[in-house]
């Protein structure tokens, strides 16, 4: 069985080199706008310099400036030469200011670096979009504008993802608070397969709105390619200085032109010797299906099945021919078994616990995608072996929806959704979310915390998200948070900001101290099966310390004094 495994070193230094890739050599304008800062005192104009720094100038520092005629003196701009990025690759970026704030920490990113795909040809020249210093946005009057929104349909229809007549399209965003906007075309006209919607945005000038493009069935949230979306996923316009009217060009819905149709013969492989080992999937009563796009996610439509006979009876596959333009798929597998929980459907750990996806080719053949875990989950020891209570802690201060709604403590309810409740619907009139609110204590603080039983066999992984008055609003629709619970019987995860996603890794930091009395005290972010190895060399042998298993708490950090041999030792925790 393969072991994952999260390397640290004591005393030890690695040099790294890369492949080299065809340079970009785009033009890249930058855009930001410092009216908060100044407002806040960070940013001095005439004193203060605003920065742009990315891999296209090694992260150093490429002033921006401001025109003290235009009409937004606030607006710093600067055009520079990315050569150090792949054309089509992904340029990642942030602002900087010499003084105050320093760097920004925008909250659209998780506090992360800001991100836009670079033109396939060099040469070319991107704008980039206008956004504010940290995402903090002047306390300034809304502007409406009217957006309309138009999305082609050709290839979804073409795939068979989007029937016209019967599926509906709709514009999903910021601006409706991820709502439904109901998009519609004209049958009779040139472009038929050309759906749009006109809709009112109200928001702080410049303001960047995100959206996405929604179909029923088939496809369902699209996927733009890197040059349409940040690093939000999603797209983006940013609203006029006043009010007036934005009216946004047809893009392809995923960006996916159209393409003639060719056969993919897919065959797919899953490993369900883990859940077999759990109880969670009986051989031979229990089914698993591959449901996706190709097969409009239906029901009972690609059962897999095994081979007794064979060196791994528990590998479960299926093939069938795919006949679609070449696009990527998204599918995920579903499991019958009802102690599989999350409805029967996996929570892959490689995306989030998203869609997984692969891409067929443009010419007809045969594909093998990689055999995977249901849900990645590949060790008896990635589960809970005993019922563990979960305390889960939020932190409302300055909270505020992705509809851009501030949280009122006096009137507005916190709640809790995730993978192993399984997720209830969202809005749902008949309000089965009332079970999981969270409250607020008595120190006067907005922390809100709740406490939740999380059954044995439930996966260490946590998907879960924070909600407003039951609604899917504290991030966009999809993006969730994920932790592990590492410690086992009771847990505490860290507190969540509001808004701010949080994937963790399932081994973490970890730290060494000076030694003391003959021993080395070493401590890591760890899992309730991971232990300690170590070596005097960095390429080893690695000798396993499996009873360092035992040294955990509830706040998930386990720690050995190790003691010292009179040379270099190196440190790693496996799973």
Known sequence: MKINTKHYAFWAGLALCA????????????????????????????????????PFNAWGTSALTNNPAGSNTNLYTGTFDDAADPNGGVMNYKYYIDTGGNWENPSSCGGGNRTLGLPATSGASLVLPIVYFSDAAPSLPAVTDNVTF???????????????????????????????????????????NVYSTVVAASDVPLNLQHFKYYIDTG??????ADT??????????????????????????????????????????LDMSIQTALGHFVPGSDTVECRGSFNNWSSGAF????????????????????????????????????????????????????????????SNTSLTIPT?????????????????????????????????????????????NGDWLPWWTWSDPLQPYLPYELTNGTSGDQLYSATFLVPKGNPLQIVYKFSLNGVDNELPAYVNHTRYVRHQGSYNMPLDPFGTQVTESPLGRMTIGAPSGGSIPVS?????????????????????HPETVAYGSVSGIYSTNYPMSGQAIYFRAVK
């Open 228 to 269: 349409s979306k940040d690093c939000t996923g999603n797209r983006f316009v940013n609203m006029l200085e006043t009010n007036g009217d934005i009216v946004l060009s047809p893009v392809y819905f995923s960006d996916l032109a159209p393409a003639p149709p060719v056969t993919n013969i897919v065959t797919f492989a």
């Open 19 to 54: 492949t080299s890739l065809a340079q970009a050599n785009t033009l890249v304008t930058f855009q930001v706008d410092m009216t908060q800062q100044i407002t806040l005192g960070t940013f001095i104009p005439g004193t203060s310099v605003a920065y742009a720094r990315g």
């Open 372 to 416: 995977v875990f249901f849900a990645d989950l590949n060790s008896v020891a990635e589960f809970l072996t005993e019922d563990t209570l979960v305390t889960f802690t939020v932190n409302m201060t300055n909270a505020i929806t992705t509809g851009g709604i501030p949280f009122n403590p006096s009137s507005d309810k916190v709640y809790l």
């Open 303 to 362: 059962v897999l099945t095994n081979n007794m006979a064979a060196p791994n009876p528990a590998l479960y596959t299926g093939t069938l021919p795919i006949v679609l333009p070449p696009a990527s798929i998204g599918y995920k597998f579903w499991n019958s078994n009802p102690t599989a929980g999350n409805g029967g459907w996996e929570s892959p750990s490689s995306t989030g616990g998203g869609n997984r996806t692969y891409s067929l080719v443009n």
């Open 524 to 544: 890591w972010v760890g899992l309730p099966s991971a232990y300690l190895q170590t070596a005097t060399s960095i390429l080893g042998p690695w000798t396993s």
């Open 150 to 192: 138009q999305v082609d349909l050709t290839q979804q229809i073409a795939m068979g993802n989007f029937t016209p007549g019967t599926s509906v399209v709709s514009v999903r965003g910021s601006f409706n608070g991820w709502g439904t906007s109901v998009m519609t075309n004209d049958p009779s006209g040139p472009k038929p």
């Open 219 to 224: 496809a369902n949230w699209e996927n733009p």
